[in-house]
């Protein structure tokens, strides 16, 4: 009973913890200030109340926040796409951005991504999409992209894996609202070959962990080859944190079950990098499970 802790400005001061008997549940005693009594509830409700709501808020200057995307985004820098409408496909459409001869994209020339293209796009006044396969046919990261009815279901069953495996990711709810991307960060920049083969095992792990999927449930991997095709840049992923789908669906989703919420700086400033050296031995238990 000795116990004694609270957050910042909390009116609960944790006192104990104590374990029901019957469910072998853990439950956090605290004494509220406000009521001015003694209190219980279970130890993981009043950790996320407690810290969810007393968490400190990140302050970061504008270049700070450039950088800090820059790290965690990391795909190509010469070169990034932009949304459009198509009026022959009647669709939104992404292309790499490029200088104009004659009026005409001068596809010999892709502009670079600069801080102020990612400053537009977080601020909602363009739409812009990354390549992850970089010219060494190393990526920094991987996503998982799933784009069926049930993704939260699917998505939880990947998550349960990567947990296992203690792989950290994040969870990002899809441009179109009706999906989901796992992604997972490297330490340092890997072959696409071996992140992909990395993500086709956790695909087969949480299939065999959840006979209700399949491979049919996944849309694809980013990036979605292992090489770079001849005069291309690999297929791009839509860049995230994008302001104006963030005001409707888009956002980080950063616990279990997939409704917790992660503002957009803790995503950012976290640590939510694999290293795949250390990490060598459960990834090569998960590939040939």
Request: charged share 20%; glycine share 6%; aromatic share 10%.
């Amino acid at each position: 009973m000795g116990n004694s802790w609270h957050g910042p400005h909390s009116r609960d001061i944790l006192k104990a913890i104590a374990t029901d008997a019957e469910s072998g549940e853990r439950q956090a005693v605290y004494f509220d200030q406000v009521r001015q009594q003694l209190m219980i509830e279970p130890l993981a409700k009043f950790q996320q109340r407690t810290l969810t709501n007393h968490r400190p808020k990140i302050q970061l200057t504008t270049a700070e926040k450039l950088a800090l995307y820059r790290r965690r985004f990391t795909g190509r820098q010469d070169v990034y796409a932009k949304r459009y409408f198509n009026k022959q496909a009647q669709r939104d459409v992404y292309s790499p951005v490029t200088s104009f001869i004659n009026g005409r994209p001068n596809k010999d020339d892709p502009q670079p991504l600069t801080d102020a293209v990612i400053k537009a796009h977080l601020k909602g006044q363009i739409f812009i999409g990354i390549y992850p396969l970089l010219k060494n046919e190393t990526t920094n990261f991987l996503v998982i992209d799933v784009d069926k009815h049930n993704w939260q279901e699917i998505m939880t069953s990947l998550v349960q894996v990567c947990k296992q495996l203690k792989l950290p990711t994040a969870v990002e709810k899809s441009q179109s609202g009706h999906g989901g991307h796992l992604w997972f960060f490297f330490e340092q920049a890997i072959t696409a070959t071996v992140a992909r083969r990395l993500g086709q095992a956790v695909l087969k792990r949480a299939m065999a962990i959840n006979p209700d999927i399949s491979f049919k449930a996944f849309d694809r991997l980013f990036p979605n080859q292992d090489t770079l095709p001849a005069g291309g840049y690999g297929n791009l992923i839509a860049a995230p944190l994008q302001y104006e789908r963030m005001q409707l669906w888009t956002e980080f989703i950063c616990k279990r079950p997939i409704r917790a919420i992660c503002g957009s700086m803790a995503v950012l400033a976290g640590n939510w990098h694999t290293d795949i050296g250390t990490s060598s031995n459960r990834y090569q238990q998960t590939r040939y499970d």
